[in-house]
Structures are given as C-alpha cells and as structure tokens.
C-alpha cells in the first residue's frame, strides 16, 4: 500500500507532468496489483484516490495546455478503482454519472477531446457495471451512451452531430457490454424485450455497418450479433432481417479496396464469417484467449454476449485481466477456470453472489459506510496544506455536476 500513498502525495502536485506520472503509476497499481478490498475501504485511501482524481479531471478542464492526457488517466483509474471495490463502489457511481455523462457529451472537435470522451465512456461503463444497484441505473448510463451511437445517423430527427470513429467504436463496444448485463438470469434471451429495445436500435447499429471506418462497422455487427442471440430482434421484419443478413454476407467477403487501408480486412472477413454462420444456422462463436493462470490453458468463449464482455474487459484492463479473473469477486463465476463456457456477467447474478459470499461480513460492513464530504475533504488535508478546505472539492467531482 505504500504505492498507494506515494500516488496520493504525487496527485498534489501543481505540476500536469508530475500528476500525470502519478496517474499512470496508480493505474498500474490497479490493474496488476489489485489490492486487497479490506485495505482500500477500511483506511481512507479509496476516498482520497477518487476525490484526488475528481480534481485532476476539473483542473483538466480549467487549463488548456496538457490536461487532456491527465483527464484522460484520471477516468482510467476511477474506472479501474470501482471495478476493484466491486459491489462496494455504488457512490462511485453516484458522484460520477453526471460529470462523465456531461463530458461524453462535449464537441469532439480535435483529438485531445476524442481521447477524453472515448475514456469518459469506458469509466462510464467501468463504475455503472461495479455499483450499479440494479436495471434502472444501467439504463440511464446506456442511454447516455446510447445517444452518441444514434446522433452520427440523425435518428429521431436529431441533427446528425460529427462523432469521431474512435468515440464511435468504444460506445458500440460499452454499450453492448452494459445490455449483456442486465440479463436477469440464463433464459433472458427468450424474454419479450421491453422499450429498452426498439427496432430503431437495431436498424441504428445496422447503419453503421455502411460506416466508412472498418473498426466502426466491426463493433456494430459484434453489437448486433448480440442483439440477434439475446432476442431483441425478434419484432423486426423479415424484410429487415434479410437485408441485414445480405449485408453481413457482403462484408465477409468483401475484396481488397485500393486506396483503403485493408489491414483489418482478413479480421473483419472471419468476424462476419462467423455472424453469418450464426444468422444461417445458429452457428456461435468460439474463442480461445491464452492465459497464465494456474490449471488453466485458455479460456473458452461460445456466446456473443460473452465475447462482447470478454473483448471489453480485456480492452480496459489490459494486462491486468488474468489478475482480475483470479482475484475479483466480480469475475470469477463468469470467467474463471471452470466456470461455464456460455455463463455471462450480470448485475442480478453479482447481487447474488454478494449475498452467498464467505465474506458477506466483510461486505456488510463496506455497504454500511457512508462517503461523508467532509471526512474526504479533511483526508487529503492531511496531506497537503495547498488547498484551502471550503475550496478543495470546489475543483473536484462535485464541480462537475
């Protein structure tokens, strides 16, 4: 934990490099170390971590030389830190929603706040998934998401607004992540969907496979390929089915373009290969994903929504996944070794998994302490006398509201 009392002082410091340095660190901390959950909520480092971050991201917004690299680290570590609270991280998502959904929002106008927005999104997607209580709150994030998505093809008579492919693929890829979730148990799929699902979300994501980015059109039929398996397709046409499956067929086999980049273009053959397989015989998908842990060789992925939760938490956490699957209550029944080969992440399946853990004493006493302002505020003061105290959250999350 020293670690983490070295990235407490160095976040700080007046200087972007310095807190730069230190978000980077803490990041790493994060994804490969994963503290014991005990040490994080029983002492006051998790709310000092997350207010700290909560400055870095206002003083990114105040300056105009720099911050987008430090906004953009703090959204990765708030992101990295609900997932290692876990269930114990719900006032994460209770002080984050407004400012990440208020930067999500934001113009696009250059690259820095492309990188931004796309890392607004993935922390979006991170602390819904870690605290979200139940489907309500997954629905508001989803729509939030959901609306960068929709806006590039003017749905609803919105103004088509410009979205960068970058910021494109992670909400395609977040958002798909976020509907696996709210599955209420195995037999979702056979469910009649609710409003949450229209023919126009799916007829949104098939027009982005027209999308001049390949990536872009690589996510969206990932996407849709999860929505076909969990049903939410079933009210749309024949006509809409067939001119879907037509298109699908077109890109598993589409040629080389000259003056186009076709690097991705044997990926993106195999990727709608396999969805065409699926759309014609119910064929699933099957990946192997090589890992060091112990007794296991790979694992094994035969679903769409698994593969859309699998490609996501692999992209977010990086080198740190394996850690995760080993130590994380909120992976382990889904992606451990052993664990069933179609069996998803769920909100419903992670509140009961809270209820049957052999540390549910542990965790009783982590729901029942409250994030007080004050007490956070006093904790960073303790710190550094830099800040006056009726200012220091001024800058912080609370300002971003």
Request: glycine residues 6%.
């Amino acid at each position: 934990m020293a670690l983490l009392d070295m990235c407490i002082r160095a976040l700080q410091d007046s200087r972007h490099v310095a807190r730069e340095k230190a978000l980077t660190v803490l990041a790493g901390a994060l994804e490969r170390e994963l503290p014991p959950l005990d040490d994080l909520v029983t002492d006051t480092r998790c709310f000092s971590i997350f207010a700290l971050c909560g400055i870095c991201v206002k003083e990114g917004v105040c300056v105009t030389e720099g911050p987008p690299k430090e906004q953009r680290l703090a959204f990765r570590a708030v992101g990295l830190l609900a997932l290692s609270l876990g269930g114990s991280s719900s006032e994460i998502l209770a002080h984050t929603f407004q400012p990440l959904a208020k930067t999500i929002s934001r113009e696009q106008d250059d690259a820095a706040a492309v990188t931004v927005v796309a890392a607004a999104i993935d922390c979006l997607a991170a602390v819904t998934f870690a605290g979200a209580r139940g489907r309500d709150e997954v629905e508001r994030s989803l729509k939030v998401i959901w609306d960068l998505i929709s806006a590039p093809a003017g749905i609803g008579g919105m103004d088509a607004r410009k979205t960068s492919p970058q910021v494109l693929i992670t909400a395609v890829s977040t958002w798909a992540f976020l509907l696996t979730t709210i599955s209420e148990t195995d037999g979702f799929c056979r469910k009649k969907p609710d409003n949450t699902f229209s023919n126009a979300t799916v007829a949104s994501l098939a027009r982005l496979l027209d999308h001049d980015d390949r990536p872009v059109r690589m996510a969206a039929g990932e996407a849709l390929a999860m929505c076909v398996e969990l049903n939410l397709t079933q009210h749309a046409t024949r006509k809409d089915m067939d001119a879907l499956a037509a298109k699908v067929s077109e890109l598993a086999s589409e040629l080389p373009s000259r003056g186009s980049n076709n690097t991705l273009l044997p990926e993106q053959r195999d990727l709608f290969g396999q969805i065409a397989a699926f759309l014609d015989h119910g064929e699933r998908p099957e990946k192997l994903l090589p890992t060091s842990m112990e007794g296991c060789v790979a694992l094994r992925v035969s679903s769409w929504a698994k593969l859309v939760q699998l490609n996501f938490l692999t992209r977010f956490l990086g080198n740190g996944f394996v850690k995760h699957v080993q130590c994380n209550e909120l992976f382990k029944e889904a992606f451990s070794y052993g664990a069933d080969e179609g069996k998803v992440l769920s909100i419903s399946k992670k509140k009961q998994g809270k209820n049957t853990n052999t540390h549910a004493e542990k965790d009783s006493k982590v729901r029942r302490r409250r994030w007080d302002w004050t007490i956070l505020c006093n904790t960073i003061l303790s710190y550094t006398t830099r800040q006056r105290p009726e200012k220091l959250l001024q800058i912080g999350w609370q300002a971003l509201h």
